[in-house]
């Protein structure tokens, strides 16, 4: 792979955190639609299940775009291609926002997540150009901190500007920072970087790389259990208990919270546990999280307790499995990485569309339980995935 030129020790400083906030962008544009379905729903004159669809079908267009744009894309100089990627995401938010019919709305959104598929993966593997090897796991961890905020601040945000501005405001406002996280980036990311060509032959290498295969199978399971309930969680609060708007942010907020705090620990625990007693420990709490919300259904309380406990848990064991497969085939990185995104949307696609069909059928309180069925199995593959004890170490996988 290429190096940068010599002056980019001057921009690399601050580089991760351009990556981070472009991550932010990202997440605001694909979790939008979960902060203010009832608004979506209502000004579109769609049901709640039709407006959860825009999560659905966002993430299969995800799904598909990720390996293939890193395929198409490997070859491209990384500060052009993230550059351009969220410019894209800023003006597909701005268009957004005048969408005159949910047709239209569904459409820009397909788009520009077919572009935008490409950047949380390729931020990960531009990270790796970037720091030493000994900082990877905490710059990779700390990237995914993007997705945290866009959680903990973005989707409360949504929340409260949709109830009060409506969803055309949330585009607009989305679009803005995206031009801004833009700007910060194309000054900040050193030029020159250039990571290893994916072609057909990485991909048939990943096919055979068991571990590979089995953290990618984690990753659907993980992604498959929350969205049962994520995609959903604002009208199940109103529903189960009555919550206004304002509460409804209020747990968005809890969720996102918890979930910069667990990227924090997971920062700075990673390079001294290693990735795997990491991931266990915060799969762990994603378990205990949704069982609280399983059990605790209807009383919002509890239910905002258990969205606590699962959010220190929802960010951190995403960014646990990209730096485990960044360690389990390090040459492999670029194509698992965009691959485990993949699979990842693949979660949230199967994960909503369960989610969607539960409560069209008002299976309000089954929604829980099938999370803790998807999440349990999950946990019981981390630890199937133990690395050996004679490679055991703090860089484990």
């Not at 407006?51 to 598909?64: R, S, Y």
């Not at 000054?187 to 994916?198: A, F, K, M, T, Y």
């Amino acid at each position: 792979m290429k190096n940068p030129p010599a002056d980019g020790h001057v921009h690399r400083r601050f580089a991760p955190t351009a990556l981070m906030l472009g991550n932010i962008v990202t997440g605001c544009s694909v979790l939008a639609p979960a902060g203010m379905l009832t608004e979506l729903s209502s000004g579109l004159g769609v049901t709640i299940r039709d407006a959860g669809l825009l999560i659905t079908f966002g993430a299969i267009v995800l799904c598909i775009g990720s390996p293939v744009t890193a395929w198409l894309t490997s070859r491209i100089e990384r500060r052009t291609l993230l550059a351009a990627t969220l410019a894209v995401m800023a003006l597909s938010n701005a268009a957004s926002a005048f969408a005159p019919d949910y047709a239209s709305l569904l459409v820009i959104r397909l788009i520009m997540l077919a572009v935008g598929a490409l950047f949380t993966p390729q931020a990960a593997g531009t990270a790796a150009l970037i720091v030493p090897p000994e900082k990877r796991g905490s710059t990779i961890a700390y990237i995914f901190l993007g997705w945290s905020l866009a959680a903990a601040v973005g989707l409360p945000l949504i929340t409260f500007i949709a109830s009060r501005y409506g969803w055309r405001a949330v585009y607009g406002s989305i679009g803005l920072i995206g031009c801004c996280s833009f700007l910060l980036l194309a000054w900040r990311l050193p030029r020159g970087l250039v990571g290893s060509p994916v072609d057909l032959k990485t991909w048939a290498a990943l096919g055979r790389n068991r571990m590979v295969i089995l953290l990618l199978s984690i990753t659907t399971l993980q992604m498959s259990g929350q969205f049962v309930v994520f995609t959903f969680m604002g009208p199940l609060l109103t529903k189960l208990t009555h919550s206004g708007p304002d509460a409804v942010g209020l747990v968005f907020a809890l969720y996102g919270i918890c979930g910069f705090i667990g990227i924090v620990i997971a920062t700075r625990i990673v390079d001294s546990w290693g990735p795997y007693k990491t991931s266990l420990l915060f799969t762990s709490l994603l378990l205990t999280g949704v069982t609280g919300w399983a059990l605790g259904a209807g009383s919002y309380p509890w239910m905002a307790a258990s969205v606590a406990i699962w959010g220190l848990g929802f960010a951190s064991t995403n960014s646990m499995q990209q730096v485990r497969l960044v360690i389990a085939a390090p040459a492999l990185a670029p194509a698992s990485v965009s691959l485990n995104t993949s699979v990842l949307y693949i979660g949230q696609a199967v994960g909503s569309a369960i989610g969607g069909t539960l409560f069209a059928r008002d299976l309000l309180h089954g929604a829980g339980y099938v999370s803790i069925g998807f999440v349990a199995l999950a946990l019981t593959m981390v630890v199937l995935t133990r690395p050996r004890r004679a490679v055991a170490s703090p860089a484990e996988a």
